[in-house]
Each structure stands twice: as C-alpha cells, then as structure tokens.
C-alpha cells in the first residue's frame, strides 16, 4: 500500500540554522509528492509541488527515487517557519495521502 | 475568492449520540474532501466526491458514518452513533478542475469534534 512516513514527530532548531524535515515513501510507479503547512491558528495549506520544483518561502524539497525520499530542506531557519508541517503523495484520483506531520519549531 | 466554510467549529457530544458536519466548497470545485485528523496524527480521507457522486469511500465506517453532496455543492457529513474513538477533527477540502494533477486541496478550518 501507498505510505508516507515522516520519522520525526517533533524538530526543533535555532534561528538562522539549516533545517532538514524528513520524509519517505512507499508507491508503486512515479509518485507525485507535496509538502503542506499549518501555521498556528490558520488551515492546512500547499507549501510545495515536487514537480514544480520551485522554492517556498525559502524551501526546497527534491524527490530521490533511489531513496525513496521527498526531504524539506531550507538553509537558515526563521523563526516565522514554526508550524505543523505534512508530507504527502497523491495517489490514485487526486487522493491525497499524507503522514504523520513534524512540529518544526525555531528556537530565536 | 472566499474559502472553504465548515461548520460548526467545535462540537461535543455524548457517545452514542448523533453528530453532522456542514461544508461548502469554493465556487466551482468540482472535487470535495472530508479528512479525519485525530490528535497527532496527519489527516486521513475519509470520502471523496466528484460533483455529487462517490470517487473514494474505502475508509469511511460505513456502520455510523455517511455523507452526501447533493446537487453537487454543499456536503454533510454524519456520525451516528458517536464512539470516544471519533473525536478528532473533521477537516473538508476542495479542489478545482484547472488543478488536475497538481495535488493542490483548499482546506477549510476545520470542526473539532469531542465525545465523551
């Protein structure tokens, strides 16, 4: 069965460190893979699309095929990137699977 | 554009009660999510619809839950009767038609939903 699973319920870091939010999958074919946000008192929203390969408010994830990895990653931490984050994989008609989700919290 | 309405945003019940959820999706979202998000854990689908029809309902316990989007819009979602082990909250999503692929929900805030 399709699975993300993100190892780290919690991760916390000190402003201006790098910060790394681990997330691995399991899919059989090419998978299309998306990281998600929640910020404090506001609702679950798109962060970022592998195949879009773009950078969000300083983030970049890159999908490695051979790891079976979709890795968050963003070189100096802010402490505005505090929030629940969510990895999660698309499968089947549009369903949107995701794992367990990581606090990230930034430490001023 | 206006987002995801859900209402109400906080109930709580006595088990073996009954329960419904409202949603309505953004304008034009032909596509319609409800999640289950129980404390520290990421959401999980419940149902999916496409208009008013079901793509996906392998994970809704038929035996006390059920949901409907009729004419296409609008959906509910029902809990009857509620165990402790339903309290969580009950997120709704939608998704345009241009998205195809893109993996992009809009959630709404979601109900949190307490059963003693």
């Known amino acids: 069965a399709q699975r993300v699973t993100q190892p780290e319920k919690l991760l916390s870091v000190f402003k201006g460190a790098p910060v790394e939010l681990k997330c691995n999958y399991s899919y059989s074919g090419s998978p299309e893979l998306f990281w998600y946000v929640q910020y404090s008192r506001q609702r679950l929203q798109l962060l970022l699309r592998?195949?879009s390969r773009e950078s969000i408010k300083g983030f970049t994830a890159d999908l490695n095929k051979g790891e079976t990895s979709f890795h968050l990653k963003k070189p100096f931490a802010q402490e505005e990137d505090s929030a629940m984050y969510y990895c999660a994989l698309i499968q089947g008609a549009q369903k949107l699977v995701f794992g367990q989700g990581t606090r990230l919290t930034i430490n001023p | 554009e206006a987002g995801v309405a859900q209402s109400p945003r906080y109930k709580i019940i006595e088990k073996r009660q009954s329960v419904a959820f409202w949603c309505n999706p953004i304008s034009g979202h032909a596509t319609l999510y409800w999640y289950q998000q129980i404390l520290g854990q990421g959401p999980k689908l419940l149902i999916q619809f496409q208009n008013n029809g079901v793509v996906d309902d392998s994970q809704l316990p038929k035996d006390r839950f059920s949901a409907e989007r009729l004419k296409g819009v609008d959906s509910t979602l029902k809990i009857q009767p509620a165990k402790l082990e339903d309290s969580a909250v009950y997120l709704c999503?939608?998704?345009?038609?241009?998205?195809?692929?893109?993996?992009?929900?809009?959630f709404g805030e979601g109900s949190r939903l307490t059963v003693l």
């Open positions: 999503a939608s998704r345009s038609p241009r998205a195809s692929n893109t993996g992009e929900l809009f």
């Open positions: 592998h195949i």
